[in-house]
């Protein structure tokens, strides 16, 4: 049985950094497994601007 993870994250202002890599890296040395991204919101021109990043591990008991 797994256990799910549901972080929300975005690409980055004109001047910020995206955070997704760090998101990912981060969890990933919790356990986490990235199972799949979803986009969230969008801009004017159709493009995502926010994502859901979902991960999964093991139960562990």
């Given amino acids: ?10 690409l980055g ?3 910020s950094s995206p955070t997704h890599r760090e998101t990912i890296t981060y969890h990933a040395a919790e356990g986490w497994k990235l ?3 979803l ?4 801009n004017e021109q159709g493009k995502p601007t926010s994502y859901e990043i979902i991960f999964e591990r093991p139960i562990q008991n």
């Fill in 1 to 10: 049985m797994y256990e799910y993870k549901f972080v929300k994250t975005s």
């Fill in 13 to 15: 202002g004109l001047f």
């Fill in 35 to 37: 199972t799949q991204v």
């Fill in 39 to 42: 986009p969230l919101e969008y």
